[in-house]
């Protein structure tokens, strides 16, 4: 008796789950081909861009803006790490965008031309000589052009903790 009740619970068994079989595989295949217009790097943002880069440079002062949200064209991304990007903004700037605390990097190459939209913070910066020949040097640039380089830049600098960029 005992035997042919385990027989029966098995055999129900069996059936439930080939019920649930189907329709988990489709489940599983509908939420993996969900079309994501970005690909996401850092902390998780949503593509909601709330400032323009007009109103931050006129914004910010010698003070530092936090959740500030920004798009542009990417013109270029760090060729040794993907360790930063560079983006021109609709007014037709290049800003620099580096990443908190080198926490997450974004592709090395293939995303020129591509949009991104970074959320962070945004402060006047001077840029030391050195370190805009490491980031020439980062990009690629000749030893000629490198060594061209000998003024400081005061710009808009930007720290991102999360970055959208087009797939």
């Not at 560079?86 to 949009?115: A, C, N, W």
């Not at 959320?119 to 000629?144: I, N, P």
Request: aromatic residues 10%; negative net charge.
């Amino acid at each position: 008796v005992i035997a042919k009740t385990i027989a029966i619970y098995f055999i129900s068994l069996e059936q439930k789950m080939k019920k649930l079989f189907l329709p988990s595989i489709l489940f599983f295949i509908l939420v993996s081909c969900t079309d994501r217009p970005y690909g996401h790097y850092g902390a998780a943002i949503t593509d909601e861009v709330n400032d323009s880069y007009s109103a931050v440079m006129k914004n910010v002062g010698n003070r530092e803006l936090e959740n500030v949200s920004l798009t542009g064209e990417i013109i270029q991304t760090c060729a040794k790490k993907g360790c930063w990007l560079k983006m021109k903004v609709p007014e037709g700037d290049t800003l620099m965008v580096r990443f908190r605390d080198y926490g997450f990097f974004v592709p090395r190459q293939g995303v020129e031309g591509k949009k991104a939209i970074v959320k962070g913070s945004a402060f006047m910066d001077t840029v030391a000589v050195e370190m805009l020949r490491h980031y020439a040097e980062d990009a690629g640039e000749s030893e000629k052009d490198i060594l061209k380089i000998t003024e400081p830049d005061y710009v808009l600098g930007f720290i991102a903790d999360g970055v959208l960029i087009e797939k």
